[in-house]
T-cell receptor, first 114, second 114 residues
Framework: DGGITQSPKYLFRKEGQNVTLSCEQN?????MYWYRQDPGQGLRLIYY???????QKGDIAEGYSVSREKKESFPLTVTSAQKNPTAFYLC?????????????FGEGSRLTVL | AQSVTQLGSHVSVSEGALVLLRCNYS??????LFWYVQYPNQGLQLLLK??????LVKGINGFEAEFKKSETSFHLTKPSAHMSDAAEYFC????????????FGKGTMLLVSP
């Protein structure tokens, strides 16, 4: 079945450590996105990528980094510079050409900083 | 810039009662509008979307929403709530660019009591 796979589902990190969240899609979608979700704040865009080897900052990119070396993969690194990294992270993808704006989401990764 | 306001962070209904979740949007161009549902510790699932065809949009699980341009609203309704409808609901707006950076509301938690 086509879809988006995020791993790990749950992740614990000590302060000062970098951590990388994986996102893989087999939908053949051009664009991929990372959102952060905090209780009562909805979803906030961290980074997005429309094409391989290109990506743009979203609204809250500070303390995060991404890469897009393959169409199927868009990993997110939460660096030690992110002051409050504990959150639920959602990866999504979409068609670009002729699309209606619909996003398809993975199941999410919950990061907890100890 | 586009924005979404969801009135009420929590809405409580009894099983069998009408569900009404409110969403107002702001967009400088004719928007695409979406409702997503999220169950605990899961990703978002599309309920329905408005893409400038019929103003009354029917979605999955018996939900529907009506686009009202004059009121800049896209409220979500369901005639009779089920216990399984208890979840968090997000309204989102897209500005119809070739790629999609949806702007989400802060979400409304629907609580259903027996």
């Amino acid at each position: 079945d086509g879809g988006i796979t995020q791993s790990p589902k749950y992740l614990f990190r000590k302060e000062g450590q970098n951590v990388t969240l994986s996102c893989e899609q087999n939908l053949n979608h051009d664009a991929m996105y990372w959102y952060r979700q905090d209780p009562g704040q909805g979803l906030r865009l961290i980074y997005y990528s429309q094409i391989v080897n290109d990506f743009q900052k979203g609204d809250i990119a500070e303390g995060y980094s991404v890469s897009r070396e393959k169409k199927e993969s868009f990993p997110l690194t939460v660096t030690s510079a992110q002051k409050n990294p504990t959150a639920f992270y959602l990866c999504a993808s979409s068609i670009v050409t002729g699309q209606t704006g619909e996003l398809f989401f993975g199941e999410g990764s919950r990061l907890t900083v100890l | 810039a586009q924005s979404v306001t969801q009135l009420g962070s929590h809405v409580s209904v009894s099983e069998g009662a009408l569900v009404l979740l409110r969403c107002n949007y702001s967009s400088s161009v004719p928007p695409y509008l979406f409702w997503y549902v999220q169950y605990p510790n899961q990703g978002l699932q599309l309920l329905l979307k408005y893409t400038s065809a019929a103003t009354l949009v029917k979605g999955i699980n018996g939900f529907e929403a009506e686009f009202k341009k004059s009121e800049t609203s896209f409220h979500l309704t369901k005639p009779s709530a089920h216990m399984s409808d208890a979840a968090e609901y997000f309204c989102a707006v897209s500005d119809r660019r070739g790629y999609s950076t949806l702007t989400f509301g802060k979400g409304t938690m629907l609580l259903v009591s027996p």
